[in-house]
């Protein structure tokens, strides 16, 4: 990942949500290619996590990741089973399209209940009825993330 990609992404995304009349948070890390100045995003509010809580505050790290490779290894599993009770030899080794069409395949079999749970277990709350992000008002939201922020004892930078 450069900067100049994921700014070009950051644009596409500021321009898909302003055509659907959104506005969203994206949380990133300090990963050198996130830009530190997005304040000119009118449809994306960027959020930079602080140093070193991967392990506590990002859900991806909080069991999205690990689905995900389940579900890919089981599939290489099941290939290789098939290969093998079909009496033919099995490959050691998969190219690049056959390893995208299987983490496409693990991707759909991870469940939207395993990534709301990783995303509350990151401190990330949900509305109870519609199972979507509260989004009340940016005062709750800093309320809310000035708080987690003191529990964690994060030094959050926006």
Not at 23 to 40: E, G, M, R, W
Not at 48 to 66: E, K, M, V, W
Not at 71 to 87: A, D, H, I, K
């Amino acid at each position: 990942m450069t900067t100049e990609i994921f700014c070009s992404f950051l644009h596409s995304l500021d321009t898909q949500m302003g055509a659907q009349n959104r506005q969203i948070i994206l949380f990133v890390d300090n990963c050198a290619a996130h830009p530190k100045y997005t304040s000119f995003f009118w449809n994306v509010k960027v959020v930079r996590y602080p140093a070193n809580c991967t392990s506590t505050l990002q859900a991806l790290d909080l069991g999205i990741i690990h689905s995900l490779k389940t579900y890919y290894r089981e599939r290489l599993v099941q290939t290789s089973t098939c290969l093998m009770e079909s009496g033919n030899e099995v490959q050691k080794k998969i190219n690049v399209l056959e390893a995208m069409h299987y983490i496409m395949t693990a991707w759909q079999q991870v469940s939207q209940q395993t990534i709301r749970n990783c995303f509350r277990k990151a401190g990330h709350k949900y509305q109870s009825e519609s199972n979507e992000m509260a989004c009340d008002d940016d005062d709750d939201f800093g309320q809310d993330w000035e708080e987690l922020c003191r529990t964690q004892k994060y030094d959050f930078q926006s």
